[in-house]
């Protein structure tokens, strides 16, 4: 069927009739695991709406912000910052690599056993799917995991990429080589942009950012109620489309959300009765519209409380420090703030297993599902340590391990009822 963006797509050269396919799969997809669940708070039509919107009317923005020299830079990590990408007035958006379309093509350039997320924004790519990768000037990788760092040297050879080099400690060394890497990264962002970015331009994105993170951790803190006030797929959702919205309608629309939720947690009204188990899920990111293990766990009985996830609480948690005179105090506050990220990329990891337990008890969790994509090595081998922190805290862990495949939803399924009984 015609829609009134099947020229801009064209222009972007997308492979039209497999984006058309993906549309339509994904329409259903959303109506059965998210239209279909009742009780749902009115600030989620905005949320609807962006979704419904999210390869139309937001890429017709990118579009026309482009058409005026705007650049747009996509990332597939939240270690890189934003604050410069918004100070040097572009827009950044998260690239998404949550779907299984373009596996095949992944799989021609990529060993079978890479984990689904880098497949995907292969395979997104080879197959001319996304249109936000297709407005991108810049795609900015980075040297976290070993399988994203070699597969952006493949994925240079069809999209103009960057690549920041993380540091895997946290040492003062460390943190110098972090500074080196933001420094250089501004140099790009300005050589791309051909503009400069000051020390007012970067508080005023350092603002923006950090009241985004602020209404995300409203909404976390909301969640700690009983009954929970959201159901754990859209506070997912809320978090996802956090990556691709403009930041100050985000915050704006989700705070109006949030006053809802105050609402419902004043009079005790949730999704699910009082003392439906409670789980948080912890590990590997969910990426848009990766919503199989959280729609799983919904249906089996329980609710997600919090997602202890790059698409979730590691994304949100910790606030740049705004109060920096100059452009190098800020920088360094930027600095200090991205040092932070509990990734599993990071040796050793003590913060993490810390803020899962803090997490999980804030939150009242009766259990945690530690996610793993399959063949990520960094988070499936944490798992063990997180199991043992949360042991102690005497908070019961299911691991599940996965991919966006649709093969063992029964078999999930079964493991994660099993582990509700437990927990009730
Ligand atoms: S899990 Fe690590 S590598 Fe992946 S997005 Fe988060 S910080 Fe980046
Ligand atoms: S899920 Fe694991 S293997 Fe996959 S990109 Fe992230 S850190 Fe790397």
Redesign the pocket.
């Known amino acids: 069927m015609a829609t009134p963006y099947d020229a801009m797509w064209e222009q972007l050269n997308l492979d039209l009739d497999a984006h058309a396919g993906l549309l339509q799969v994904l329409g259903k997809f959303y109506g059965d695991i998210y239209l279909s669940q009742s009780g749902r708070l009115k600030g989620m039509e905005y949320v609807d709406f962006v979704i419904s919107e999210i390869h139309g009317l937001r890429i017709k923005e990118l579009q026309e912000a482009k058409a005026q020299g705007k650049k747009v830079i996509g990332t597939f990590c939240i270690f890189v910052p934003e604050e410069i990408v918004l100070a040097a007035d572009a827009i950044q958006v998260g690239l998404c690599a949550g779907a299984e379309a373009g596996t095949d093509a992944a799989e021609k350039v990529l060993p079978r056993n890479t984990?689904a997320?880098?497949k995907s924004f292969v395979g997104f790519k080879l197959s001319k799917l996304c249109p936000f990768i297709e407005s991108c000037d810049l795609v900015v990788g980075e040297t976290?995991?070993d399988?994203?760092k070699k597969a952006y040297e493949i994925f240079a050879d069809y999209a103009p990429v960057y690549v920041m080099e993380i540091p895997q400690m946290k040492n003062a060394c460390d943190r110098q080589l972090w500074r080196t890497e933001v420094l250089r990264f501004k140099d790009q962002i300005e050589k791309v942009t051909g503009n400069e970015i000051t020390a007012a331009k970067l508080r005023q994105a350092i603002h923006l950012v950090n009241d985004r993170r602020r209404v995300l951790q409203r909404l976390g803190q909301l969640r700690a109620s009983d009954p929970a006030p959201i159901s754990g797929r859209d506070a997912l959702l809320i978090n996802q489309i956090g990556f691709y919205d403009d930041p100050a309608r985000f915050t704006q629309n989700i705070g109006k959300l949030c006053d809802e939720l105050d609402e419902r947690v004043k009079t005790k009204s949730g999704i699910a009765p009082e003392k439906t188990p409670r789980l948080m899920l912890s590990g590997?990111?969910m990426a848009i519209p990766n919503w199989k293990l959280p729609y799983v766990v919904e249906s089996s009985g329980a609710v997600i409380v919090g997602e202890e996830s790059c698409v979730g609480a590691r994304n949100n948690r910790d606030l740049v420090d705004e109060t920096g005179a100059s452009l190098d105090e800020l920088i360094d506050a930027l600095i200090d703030r991205y040092m932070r990220i509990d990734?599993?990329?990071f040796t050793p990891n003590q913060e993490r297993l810390d803020n899962v337990v803090t997490m999980a008890k804030d939150l009242k969790a009766d259990g945690v599902i530690h996610y793993g994509?399959s063949?990520?090595?960094?988070?499936a081998i944490e798992a063990f340590k997180v199991e043992g922190a949360l042991k102690k805290a005497e908070i019961p862990m299911l691991s599940i391990e996965t991919d966006y495949g649709m093969e063992d939803v029964e078999q999930l399924k079964t493991r994660v009822e099993a582990f509700v009984e437990m927990v009730r």
């Open positions: 984990c997320l880098i976290t995991c399988g994203k590997c990111p990734c599993a990329c994509l063949f990520c090595q960094p988070y």
